[in-house]
């Protein structure tokens, strides 16, 4: 005898309001009744066609599947993942209506035992089985990336044999780190076994496969540095796409995929820097934000990243014009800098772009935060730069205008002088026809015009 249990109810139309009765499915037996496990495998279950316009809709209702000859005998299914008061009401009167139906045949431990499964994974739990189901929550709830080892692992336990799937899974809900896990792996042999076999198999291939391309990419890469011939650089790069779309590049931990990322992107943008083909600039950049993605900020790469996206982001802003890109190099900057944590000599251009991006924000938006910022920045590249370096005399122009600019806001005497100071070393230091000089010209001139002005006042 089947022990589905479902009701007539009164549905009204949402799209024309026709009123008709259709019958609503609350338990359904699933070795009695496949005509209706077949419509839940299809997500039709308890689906309503309004028989004058068509429109067709779910109702919303909880579903027990009653399984008499599996492990756990019943599973609650619903919509969403909490329950509402109404729908826990409904579920007890209908739990009530099995336990009558089924008299002798009830055990109260069953309800201990039903687990709530989300509607959309029940086609999942009638053709895979309920491990399967319980993989698919584990997987979601797994921290940490899945790659590598987790995810390999996890392949290997979803294409299982239904019966020996369920026998490993059950035990799983008590296991809670890695180490246990591994614990609980050796009381399964079998499965233990396929896990180190396909673990290993995939190490030898990334070493036998992966390796070779991403040693090659790099060699051309470093070749294309000492030689500066762009044709290695564009081998480089075509070696670089080969790697991460290769088959295998899933299977790296997050922390090498950030790596590899990173280098192909610092190729991709030294080729921009050649070309200025805008769309090695794009790319750059998603392998960039792909590797920041997969990276923490335990990892060495993580700086590393940043520091390249930062820029390329700000290159793009010159380029598109687009706000969003402009805040964005500069939030990504400010990361750089905090990351690298005391500002030394190799990493001065992370100061000099952001004290850049913070001025340009300011030309462009007025906000005076920014301009105070990009001066603090300008300063601080000036104490770490030695007197001699090609970068002072740039410096000093950098942090002569943004001080003119804040003097023409503000009209500070103390502001006027600093400024006036900084340009007039950045006079004497700056090479003749370097590109700069004419900067540092214009803005000693307006310095020196609007001192004579101030004068004249407190003449008057
Ligand atoms: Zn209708």
């Given at each position: 005898?089947s022990l589905?249990?479902s ?6 139309c ?5 009123i008709?009765?259709s019958?609503v499915w ?7 009744q496949p005509d209706?496990v ?6 039709d279950?308890?689906?309503?066609k ?8 779910n ?12 492990l756990?005998?019943?599973?609650l ?9 109404d729908?826990?009401?409904?579920i007890?009167?209908?739990i009530?209506?099995?336990?009558n139906k089924?008299?002798d045949?009830?055990n109260d ?8 499964v989300e509607?959309?994974l029940l086609?999942m739990?009638l053709t ?10 584990m997987?979601?709830n797994?921290?940490?990336p ?8 996890f392949e ?6 239904t ?5 490993f ?22 499965i233990n076994?396929?896990i180190?076999?396909?673990?290993e198999?995939s ?8 390796g070779p391309l991403a040693?090659?990419?790099a ?14 650089l564009s081998q ?5 796409a080969?790697v991460?779309t290769?088959?295998?590049?899933g299977?790296l931990s997050s922390?090498e995929k950030a790596?590899m990322?990173?280098d192909?992107?610092v190729a991709l943008?030294?080729?921009f820097d050649e070309?200025?083909e805008v769309?090695d600039?794009y790319?750059?950049?998603k392998?960039?934000?792909n ?10 790469v993580?700086?590393a ?9 700000f290159e793009?802003?010159?380029?598109g014009?687009k706000?969003?890109?402009?805040d ?6 400010n990361?750089?800098?905090?990351l690298?944590?005391?500002?030394k000599?190799?990493?001065?251009s992370?100061l ?5 991006c913070?001025?340009?924000?300011f030309?462009y938006?007025?906000?005076k ?5 990009s001066?603090?920045?300008y300063k601080?590249?000036?104490?770490v ?8 005399p740039?410096?000093?122009c950098?942090l002569?205008?943004?001080?003119m600019?804040q ?6 005497p103390?502001?006027l002088?600093e ?5 007039q ?5 700056t090479p003749?026809?370097?590109s700069f ?14 001192r004579?002005?101030?004068l004249?006042?407190?003449k008057?």
């Amino acid at each position: 005898m089947s022990l589905s249990i479902s009701q007539l109810i009164e549905i009204t139309c949402s799209k024309c309001n026709t009123i008709f009765q259709s019958e609503v499915w609350f338990v359904v037996d699933i070795l009695e009744q496949p005509d209706l496990v077949d419509l839940i495998v299809h997500g039709d279950i308890n689906l309503f066609k309004c028989p004058k316009c068509n429109f067709q809709k779910n109702i919303e209702s909880p579903l027990i599947l009653y399984r008499p000859d599996s492990l756990p005998k019943l599973i609650l299914s619903v919509r969403g993942t909490q329950l509402s008061g109404d729908e826990q009401e409904l579920i007890e009167a209908i739990i009530d209506q099995l336990k009558n139906k089924m008299r002798d045949g009830w055990n109260d431990d069953w309800l201990g035992e039903m687990p709530v499964v989300e509607m959309n994974l029940l086609p999942m739990l009638l053709t895979k089985g309920f491990g399967a189901v319980q993989l698919e929550y584990m997987k979601r709830n797994f921290v940490g990336p899945m790659d590598g080892a987790p995810k390999l692992i996890f392949e290997i336990l979803e294409n299982l044999p239904t019966e020996e799937k369920e026998s490993f899974v059950a035990g799983l809900s008590k296991v809670n780190n890695s180490d246990e896990f591994l614990e609980y792996l050796n009381k399964f042999p079998k499965i233990n076994q396929v896990i180190d076999s396909e673990i290993e198999r995939s190490i030898l291939e990334i070493t036998h496969k992966l390796g070779p391309l991403a040693d090659k990419a790099a060699e051309l890469f470093r070749s294309y540095q000492g030689t500066k011939d762009t044709n290695a650089l564009s081998q480089a790069i075509s070696a670089w796409a080969d790697v991460v779309t290769h088959p295998l590049f899933g299977n790296l931990s997050s922390d090498e995929k950030a790596y590899m990322l990173n280098d192909a992107g610092v190729a991709l943008r030294s080729r921009f820097d050649e070309f200025n083909e805008v769309e090695d600039l794009y790319q750059s950049i998603k392998l960039f934000e792909n590797g920041v993605d997969l990276s923490t900020e335990e990892s060495t790469v993580f700086s590393a990243l940043f520091s390249n996206l930062g820029p390329a982001l700000f290159e793009r802003f010159k380029i598109g014009g687009k706000k969003d890109d402009l805040d964005r190099a500069i939030t990504t900057l400010n990361k750089a800098v905090e990351l690298a944590g005391s500002i030394k000599l190799e990493n001065i251009s992370l100061l000099i772009n952001l004290g850049v991006c913070l001025s340009d924000r300011f030309d462009y938006f007025g906000q005076k935060d920014d301009l105070i910022a990009s001066i603090q920045n300008y300063k601080m590249a000036e104490k770490v730069l030695p007197m001699d370096h090609v970068y002072y005399p740039a410096i000093l122009c950098n942090l002569g205008s943004s001080l003119m600019r804040q003097v023409e806001t503000e009209k500070e005497p103390h502001v006027l002088n600093e400024a006036i100071s900084y340009l007039q070393r950045a006079d004497e230091l700056t090479p003749q026809g370097s590109s700069f000089l004419g900067e540092v010209l214009l803005n000693l001139g307006l310095g020196y015009s609007i001192r004579f002005e101030l004068l004249e006042l407190v003449k008057e």
